[in-house]
Each structure stands twice: as C-alpha cells, then as structure tokens.
C-alpha cells in the first residue's frame, strides 16, 4: 500500500483508528494538521532555522500579484502548521512571523 517504510507506523495507526475500538479515540483526537503530517511520506521535518529562512528570502521578493501573496501563504503554511503540532511554535509566535515577511513598502 506504501512504499515508504516510514509511511508503515502511520498507515498501521490509521487503519487501527478507522477498524479498532481501541484506535478509534486515538484518531480522533489527532486535529488535521496531524493526520497530515501522518499520511506525508516520507517525512519532512521542519526547524523554526527553516521558516526564518523562508521570511528572509520573502523580504527581498516583492509581492506583485494574487499569485506571489498565495505561493508565500502556502509554503508559510506548511513549515509554520509542522512547527506547530511539534509543539516548538505558538499561535500568536506565527501571526506575528507571517506579517515579518513583507517589506515595509507593502
């Protein structure tokens, strides 16, 4: 079903969840943030050395379009959503680092 080794722990996890009594309450406590970071395959681990290097670079390139404000948002997103269920950021932490990566002008 998976190629990955490391997908194995998680789809076990899931398929428990989804057929056991047992794993049924397990799932549904994990929010959706961490079923995702279950099924990514193989495992992408994020340092929050990586979302400041992500706020660096988007100082420098200037949001000109839907498409550039979009394309920040998502790749934000996704390291800031990761930081976050490893408990190493908080909420108020990322509202405030999202808005540090637009230059002054816009």
Not at 8 to 28: F, V
Not at 42 to 50: G, M
Request: aromatic share 12%.
């Amino acid at each position: 079903m998976f190629k990955h080794a490391a997908c194995k722990p998680a789809a076990s996890k899931i398929m428990n969840g989804l057929n056991g009594p047992s794993g049924t309450l397990e799932l549904r406590s994990l929010n959706v943030s961490q079923i995702f970071l279950l099924f990514r395959c193989p495992a992408v681990w994020y340092s929050k050395h990586d979302l400041y290097n992500l706020i660096d670079k988007q100082k420098k390139v200037k949001i000109d379009s839907y498409e550039a404000l979009l394309n920040y948002w998502l790749h934000f997103t996704k390291v800031a959503a990761h930081l976050q269920v490893m408990n190493q950021l908080l909420s108020i932490e990322k509202d405030d680092l999202y808005l540090k990566g637009f230059n002054q002008e816009f």
